[in-house]
């Protein structure tokens, strides 16, 4: 088995977008719980949801060089 590894530089607004992206995910009834991040039951929704912004955000700001596509949409979550 051969896996290839890309090298990314990140584009120093990527952070700023991951953390904007965790944030939007906190809804009011996880503030009700006490919570200032969303579960951990449902870590893979989020995480995809956040690399889905990223790589939206790297396209609009031309630092992603292929055809913009619809991750979120396409997610099997």
């Known amino acids: 088995m051969h896996i290839e590894l890309l090298s990314l530089i990140l584009h120093p607004l990527s952070l700023y977008h991951t953390a904007e992206g965790l944030a939007d995910q ?3 009834e996880h503030i009700d719980k006490g ?3 969303p579960p951990f ?3 893979r929704k989020i995480s ?3 690399a889905a912004r990223v790589a ?3 396209y609009d700001l031309g630092i992603f060089g292929c055809l913009r596509y619809n ?3 396409t ?3």
């Open 26 to 28: 906190v809804t009011p």
């Open 35 to 37: 919570l200032i991040y």
């Open 41 to 43: 039951s449902i870590i």
């Open 48 to 50: 995809a949801n956040i």
């Open 56 to 58: 939206a955000k790297a």
């Open 71 to 73: 991750f979120a949409e």
């Open 75 to 77: 997610l099997p979550l």
